[in-house]
Nanobody, 115 residues
Framework: QVQLVESGGGLVQAGGSLRLSCAASGSIFSINAMAWYRQAPGKQREFIAV???????NYADSVKGRFTISRDNAKNTVYLQTNSLEPEDTAVYYC?????????WGQGTQVTVSS
């Protein structure tokens, strides 16, 4: 089992920034990659970014150039730096541990961007 705890969400004005954190614990060895997803009201859950244990990174086109995913292996923590936020970025942001046999989801952190 892997436990994930997200933090860092909040209310920010358009153009602002937030840094989301996701602390992982438990069976860390079973994780292949860490990802961020988001879900806006009335919309499907959307992939944002992923960082593999080998270091490769991919982003959704909608956030490329504005968001940056990174990790601190010593702290078992993954970050999502969100810059130039837009009202359309308002959503609950979820951290996901992509495991060898199953995926684990955090509880989510709310990001609200006001215009």
């Amino acid at each position: 089992q892997v436990q994930l705890v997200e933090s860092g969400g909040g209310l920010v004005q358009a153009g602002g920034s937030l840094r989301l954190s996701c602390a992982a614990s438990g069976s860390i060895f079973s994780i292949n990659a860490m990802a961020w997803y988001r879900q806006a009201p009335g919309k499907q859950r959307e992939f944002i970014a992923v960082i593999a244990t080998g270091g490769s990174i991919n982003y959704a086109d909608s956030v490329k150039g504005r968001f940056t995913i990174s990790r601190d292996n010593a702290k078992n923590t993954v970050y999502l730096q969100t810059n130039s936020l837009e009202p359309e970025d308002t959503a609950v942001y979820y951290c996901v541990a992509l495991g060898k046999t199953q995926n684990y989801w955090g509880q989510g952190t709310q990001v609200t961007v006001s215009s």
